[in-house]
């Protein structure tokens, strides 16, 4: 048996009385929060990106040892926390939806994937970039490299699955299937660097001692982050609409809806 929207809010009003954050796991309900939500974050992603890129171009210093070519850790390290952290985020929203059987879950990870793909790509593509200059290669099959290459068959085979079944509820279960599979693959990524001597060099960051950098690289770095963090939602928000949409056409409130942007 489904859990409708209806009763899913219905019965988590009654327990937790008139708010609740379960009566956004309706599509209908959810689709209007993103419409609000999404410009918002939009926004916020370009003055981060403006603000980033200058700090980046602008502010931080040159490297004494890579000289200019190190200023694509600022596109090359955020994209590579971003393909990582959407993977874990598709994941989670894969369980939730493995878990009680909700619909958004299923078209989260779906409008999920596809800019965890985008990220996945520019930091291998950026990376590319950095090592030629800095390791005389474009690429090579160092530990890092290739559990970030497996991610982005991950992210390829997620939405290669979902579209190859026609049942979008069936799509949904085979695709969390898959992504809580592949989630594994993301301490693989993170720790590889400490578990394998490989050529790339360590984490930019560390959660257990302050940067190494100057104060200046690090904070555009970290700003840069924000802004993909931001435009991470905000396209996913845009695109989740978009999903809704497509899969409750038949559905009334999708018709008034369409006939009142007409």
Known sequence: MYVTPENTVAGQQQLVGHFSWFKYSSPQTFFRLAGKLAPWFAVAALVFAVAGLYLAFFVAPTDSQQGEVYRIIFIHVPAAWMSMFIYVVMAFWSGMGLTFNTRLSGMMASALAPTGALFTFLALWSGSLWGKPTWGTWWVWDARLTSELILLF?????????????DPRRADKAGAVLALTGVINIPIIYFSVQWWNTLHQGASVSFTSAPTMAATMFAGMIVMALAFWMYSIAVTLMRVRCIILERECDSQWVAEYMGSVK
């Open 154 to 166: 991950l992210y390829f085979g997620f939405m290669a699955l979902k579209a190859a079944i026609d």
